[in-house]
Each structure stands twice: as C-alpha cells, then as structure tokens.
C-alpha cells in the first residue's frame, strides 16, 4: 500500500481520502494515547510503513529514529498497543492513534506507563 497525494487543498482537508504529509525525512508525527482514558502515553515517528502495518494489523507500528528501523511497539516489551482508532489532523502531518496498551499497561521504554512522567516545576523536571 502506497499513500496517494491529494490532488488539492480542499481534498486534503475535507476528503475522504488518506494522504499524509511526511515530511523531508519520510516521517510524520504520531501521538498515542489510552483509548480508555484519555492520557497521551508517547509521541513517536511513523513512516509510510509503519503506518501502512498500524493500519494493518491493528497493533501500533512506528519508526525508531535513533536506531533508523521500523518497530512494532511491545514485540520485545510485551507492552503491545492494540489500536482502537487512528485519526488524522486537518492537514494530514500528524496521526492521533488511541490504542489499549497490553502487558503491564506501560508504554515507556523506562517502565513508566506513560512518556510524560515528569513535570516541570521551577526548570526542575519532577517525576510524578
């Protein structure tokens, strides 16, 4: 599966059609959060194949930036996300996944259940 470009503006932001923007890396912003509860867990990377294989499988693909490989999140961890829906900004360049992370509920690779742990206080950054 490839992903077409749209043919206009208006197609873009009002289509039915699937397009997204990757940007000059091939990669497109991808924010996940507890389809239960609400809460962003991670901000990841996806590109064309990762996406394609979320859209796929129903289990969340991304694009590991520091190790240049595509990763299928929890396939080491154990801490799989189980995709209950994906959405698509007005301009296509970002992608909301809300998904059901398996395993002990993490989705940090320190163990947190979220990414954003910590809190900024006073330019100290505070774990919760």
Request: charged share 25%; with cysteine.
């Amino acid at each position: 599966m490839s992903f077409p470009t749209a043919p206009s503006k208006d197609a873009l932001e009002q289509g039915e059609m699937l397009t997204p923007r990757f940007d000059a890396a091939g990669l497109i912003a991808a924010v996940a959060t507890h389809a239960d509860t609400g809460e962003v867990l991670m901000l990841a990377w996806m590109n064309a194949e990762a996406l394609e294989k979320t859209l796929k499988t129903g289990e969340a693909h991304y694009y590991s930036r520091s190790r240049g490989e595509l990763w299928h999140k929890g396939a080491t961890s154990g801490q799989v996300q189980v995709v209950d829906e994906v959405r698509i900004d007005c301009d296509q360049d970002a992608v909301w996944i809300k998904v059901r992370p398996q395993g002990d509920g993490g989705a940090c690779h320190t163990g947190a259940r979220s990414c954003f742990y910590r809190v900024v206080d006073g330019g100290r950054v505070v774990r919760e």
